[in-house]
C-alpha cells in the first residue's frame, strides 16, 4: 500500500504542555487508520494538525510526498466529522450537503444530482429539506457523513463521529460507516477513546498514550501481540503476572512466575535471560479443567469466586498469591468457589512484556 | 392569602408608577384644545396634522429619519466588526476593550456631550449632519456589541471549522456562515441603535445646530416655549415606534433561539 499521509517528527506544544511529542506515523492510501487512547492523550491534537486547525511545533506533515503545513484548511482537501456534528443550523440537510460542492464551483444539475446520490448513500433521501434540528442525532450524524464525502476528499478525518449516540445506533453505524470507507476506498483517520471500535471498524489502530504512539498494527496484532503494558491493558482485558525471564529461544521464553511456575510464552519484542518482566494473558484465552492437561502451561490454580454474565462465565482464580481472571464459553461448568482446578493456555496465548 | 394580596397591589402599584406618565401624556395627543391641559373638550385628530404640516415639526421628524438611519447603519458596521475582533481570544486584553466599548452605557450623557463638542469642533463638525450622526454612534455602539457578542458567542465554533474543511475560504466562511448565524443579533442590535438615536437628546443639545434638531430635541424646546399639544401627539408616535421596535427585537431574539 502506497504511503499517503505522514506525520514526520510531529511536536505539539500548548504553552508548557508537551501534548504530541515527535510522533512518526505513515497512513496508507485507502487505509483506515484508528487513533485509540485515553482521553487527553493528544488524539485530536494530532487530528486537528492534519486538517490544519492547528500548526505543529515542530516536524512536517506530508500529503502524498509534498508538505502541506503552509497548506491553509480550506485548500487541504479533507472532510471533517466532528462528535457534535457541526452541520450548518441555518441550512437545509440538502444545503448542507450541496456546501462543499458550491465551494467548488460545480454546475448546480451536477451538484444537485451528487448531493441526491450522498443522501440516498445513507439513506437520508426523504429528509433533504428538514433543518438539522429536527433531526434525530443518528441522523445528524449520517448527514454530516455525506457531507464529508459527497466531494470526494482526498482524506475523511472523524472525531469521536459516534461519541454522542447510544449503545445500538453506534454499533449500527459503526458498520456503515465501515461498509462505506469498502466501497468508496477513501482513507480515513478516525479518532476514538473506544476500543472495541477502534477494533471493529480498523484496518490498522495506533494506540496513543501520552503525546506518543505506543504501538500501531492490525487489531488483531494490538490485541494478540501487545508490545507495551499500557497497550495490553488499555486493549479489552488482561492478566498481567509479573515473572523473571529465564531463557529465551527465538520467538519464545521461559519465564519463572514468582510462585515457581514456570511459563513459555511468545515474545513481541527483545528480552533478555534474567530481565523481570510481565506476562499478558487474555482471559479468554484461558482454559480450566480438573487434570493436567496437554497445555504448554498448566497453573494450579484454586476458584475464589465465579460470575454468571449472560454471554460468558467469569472465573476469578489464585495461583499462589497471584490473581487470574479466565473467562469461560457460556457452555461451560460451573467452578463453585474453592474447587482447585488447572489454568491451562498456549504459548501463543500470552505475551511476554518488557517493563 | 393576605400574602398573595399583597403581593398583588405592590405589583399593581409598581406597574401603575411606570405607565402613570404614559397614561398622564397619551390621551392630551388626541385633544381639540389648544393648550396641554386636561379636561379634554373634545376628540379630534388636529395636531397630528399640525406635526406633520408644520414646517418645524416636519423638519424635525425628518431629521430624526435621516439622523437615525445614519447612527444605525453606523453603528451597526462598527459594532459588528468590534464584536467580531472581540471574539478572537488570542487578544488578551480583549475583556479591557470590551468594557472600553461599553463604557458610553454608563458615561453621563453631559460629560460625553461636552467632549463631543470639544472634538467635533476640532474637525469643524459641529452643526452638521456627520456631527450628530457620529455623536449618536458613540452611544448606540454598545447596544449593538452587546447584542451582537450574545449572537456570536451562540456559534458553534466547530460549525465553522466544518465550513473551512469543506473548502471555504475565510471570507465566505463569514459570508456564509458566521453573519447569516448572528444575523438575529446584528438585526436587533440595528433596532436598538435607532432607538437610542430616536430617543438623543442630551448629545443632541451638545452638537446639534439649528438645522439638525431632532423630533426629541423639538419636543424639548417646545415644552418650554409654547405648550402645545402637537408634543402629546409626538410623544404618541414615540410610543408607537418603540412598541414596533421592541416587537422587532423579539422577534430577532426568538429566530437565534430557533436556530439553536
Ligand atoms: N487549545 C488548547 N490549548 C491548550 N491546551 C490544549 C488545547 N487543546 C488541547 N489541549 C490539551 O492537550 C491535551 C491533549 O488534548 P486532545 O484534545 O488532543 O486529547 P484527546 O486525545 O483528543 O482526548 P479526548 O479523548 O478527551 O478527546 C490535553 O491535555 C488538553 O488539555
Ligand atoms: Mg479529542
Known sequence: MAEFIRFDRITKFYGPLCVVENLALGIGKGEFVSLLGPSGSGKTTLLMMLAGFEQPTSGNILLDGTAINDVPTHKRDMGVVFQSYALFPHMSVGENVAFPLQMRRLGKAEIAERVARALDMVQLSAFVDRRPSQLSGGQQQRVALSRALVFEPRVVLMDEPLGALDKQLREQMQLDIRDLHRRLGVTIVFVTHDQSEALTMSDRVAVFNKGKIEQIGTPRQVYDEPATRFVAEFIGETNLVEGVVEAVQGQEATVRLRSGAHIVSAVSGSVASGQPVFLSIRPERVDLSETRGEARNCLETEVTDSVYQGDHLRVQLQNAAQPLIAKLGRRSREFPPGTKVYAAFSAGDCRVIAP | ?260
Open chain 2, 1 to 260: 392569602m393576605p400574602m398573595k394580596l399583597a403581593k398583588f397591589a405592590f405589583a399593581s402599584l409598581t406597574i401603575l408608577f411606570l405607565v402613570a406618565p404614559l397614561i398622564a401624556i397619551l390621551p392630551l395627543a388626541f385633544t381639540s384644545s389648544v393648550i396641554l391641559t386636561y379636561p379634554i373638550p373634545s376628540w379630534s385628530l388636529r395636531w397630528f396634522e399640525e406635526l406633520f404640516t408644520a414646517d418645524a415639526w416636519r423638519r424635525a421628524i425628518f431629521n430624526s429619519l435621516i439622523i437615525g438611519t445614519g447612527t444605525t447603519l453606523l453603528a451597526t458596521v462598527l459594532g459588528t466588526a468590534a464584536s467580531l475582533g472581540l471574539r478572537n481570544r488570542l487578544l488578551f486584553f480583549c475583556g479591557s476593550i470590551r468594557t472600553l466599548f461599553l463604557l458610553p452605557m454608563v458615561v453621563p450623557a453631559v460629560v460625553l456631550g461636552v467632549g463631543m463638542q470639544v472634538l467635533l469642533a476640532g474637525f469643524g463638525l459641529t452643526n452638521s449632519y456627520a456631527g450628530v450622526i457620529i455623536a449618536h454612534t458613540v452611544v448606540a455602539v454598545p447596544f449593538v456589541v452587546v447584542s451582537v457578542i450574545g449572537a456570536l458567542a451562540g456559534i458553534d465554533e466547530r460549525v465553522e471549522l466544518a465550513a473551512q474543511s469543506l473548502g471555504a475560504s475565510p471570507a465566505t466562511v463569514f459570508r456564509r456562515v458566521t453573519l447569516p448565524l448572528a444575523m438575529p443579533g446584528v438585526l436587533s442590535g440595528a433596532v436598538l441603535a435607532f432607538a437610542t438615536s430616536l430617543d438623543e437628546v442630551v448629545l443632541t443639545l451638545f452638537v446639534a445646530g439649528p438645522n439638525q434638531r431632532t423630533l426629541a430635541r423639538q419636543m424639548f424646546s417646545s415644552i418650554r416655549e409654547n405648550i402645545s399639544p402637537a408634543i402629546a401627539a409626538a410623544a404618541f408616535l414615540f410610543i408607537v415606534a418603540t412598541i414596533l421596535i421592541g416587537l422587532a427585537v423579539v422577534l430577532f431574539r426568538s429566530m437565534l433561539a430557533k436556530r439553536r
